[in-house]
T-cell receptor
Framework: KNEVEQSPQNLTAQEGEFITINCSYS?????LHWLQQHPGGGIVSLFM???GKKKHGRLIATINIQEKHSSLHITASHPRDSAVYIC??????????FGAGTTVTVRA | ETGVTQSPTHLIKTRGQQVTLRCSSQ?????VSWYQQALGQGPQFIFQ???????GRGNFPPRFSGLQFPNYSSELNVNALELDDSALYLC????????????FGPGTRLLVL
């Protein structure tokens, strides 16, 4: 079983819809990252969380340390949000463990 | 743009060959991590280098090796290539603190035939 599980695996939304991606992990962590990967491979770090909630533009990330769960929300989704969103957890000083990613497609 | 560059962007090799992939860190970053991402999967941690020393390693065989240079750029070497080594290889640079964000390069897509 993977240390990091994401759901759903794929998600299709209409422009303007609210999107939620979930991440559950099974190990103790010092931080959790949400990453965005566009076709072609480039990865961009969206958030790094150790507690609570962070907001950046239309993106909101929350984490519940006790429940070992995090969510990434996209409000007022737009076709340019179409990408693979990856959850990664840091369990020690050097290792990031990644989920398999959620492929988000936003249709105009 | 993260300031992290990788070369080459794409590469085709045959089984048994050797390959060297290169990564230039973001300015001021002394830590480089390498990841392998197979198609449709999340990245898998290969190893990390901090100030020219290997600082941690994932579950990869010894034919995966690396180097970090005094300017903190890095190489990933893979010997005796296997078909399953076909993947996107990503490097990420950071400052070595346990809470630091990693900045990813665009990746090198390796195909082994």
């Amino acid at each position: 079983k993977n240390e990091v599980e994401q759901s759903p695996q794929n998600l299709t939304a209409q422009e303007g819809e609210f999107i939620t991606i979930n991440c559950s992990y099974s190990v103790g962590i010092s931080a959790l990252h949400w990453l965005q990967q566009h076709p072609g491979g480039g990865i961009v770090s969206l958030f790094m969380l150790s507690s609570g909630k962070k907001k950046h533009g239309r993106l909101i990330a929350t984490i519940n340390i006790q429940e070992k769960h995090s969510s990434l929300h996209i409000t007022a989704s737009h076709p340019r949000d179409s990408a693979v969103y990856i959850c990664a957890v840091r369990s020690n000083d050097y290792k990031l463990s990644f989920g398999a990613g959620t492929t988000v497609t936003v249709r105009a | 743009e993260t300031g992290v560059t990788q070369s080459p962007t794409h590469l085709i090799k045959t089984r048994g060959q050797q390959v060297t992939l290169r990564c230039s860190s973001q300015s001021g970053h002394n830590t480089v991590s390498w990841y392998q991402q197979a198609l449709g999967q999340g990245p898998q941690f290969i190893f990390q280098y901090y100030r020219e020393e290997e600082n941690g390693r994932g579950n990869f065989p010894p034919r995966f090796s690396g180097l970090q240079f005094p300017n903190y750029s890095s190489e990933l070497n893979v010997n005796a290539l296997e078909l399953d080594d076909s993947a996107l290889y990503l490097c990420a640079s950071s400052l070595k603190t346990s809470m630091e964000t990693q900045y990813f390069g665009p990746g090198t897509r390796l195909l082994v035939l």
